[in-house]
């Protein structure tokens, strides 16, 4: 077995033990350099991060392979990649891009056979009268046809 499957088969099974983690990206470059990136259902504490590094320091042979590890959290400002990671995000602000280039910004209110649901707000016109009123309106997007997906973070 190779390094990079030793470590994949490592982070693998301390994340069995963890099921509210999940490994977004791994990679292992020449100089074997682990890079780790975890998300979690529940966010990703310091202890989740220690954890993860630990179960694979503590399972490999410095003697055997020279190596350096790193793990972290997916950022808050990285687009999503996994569709797990639309449901944990459920009732939050994002930004959707698809893949024609338009951006909708709404609530993300669900997760349903490979679509998500997203509610935008726009002001419109009154029916009757003057001045404009807020119109909430639901839209479903396959994930196929998203480019990228990011939470907004207001201060």
Known sequence: MNFKDKVKELVNSVLE???TLFLIDLSVSNDNA????IDGDQGVGIDDCIAVSRAIEHNLDREEV????EVTSFGATEPFQLERQYRKN????????TIDGKKHEGLLKGVEEGNIILETE???PKPVGKGKVTVKREHSFALNDIKETKVIIKF
């Open 34 to 37: 682990v890079r780790v990136v």
């Open 66 to 69: 020279d190596f350096s590890i």
């Open 17 to 19: 033990e963890n099921q």
């Open 90 to 97: 459920i009732g939050r602000n994002v930004e959707v891009k």
């Open 122 to 124: 726009t002001r419109e």
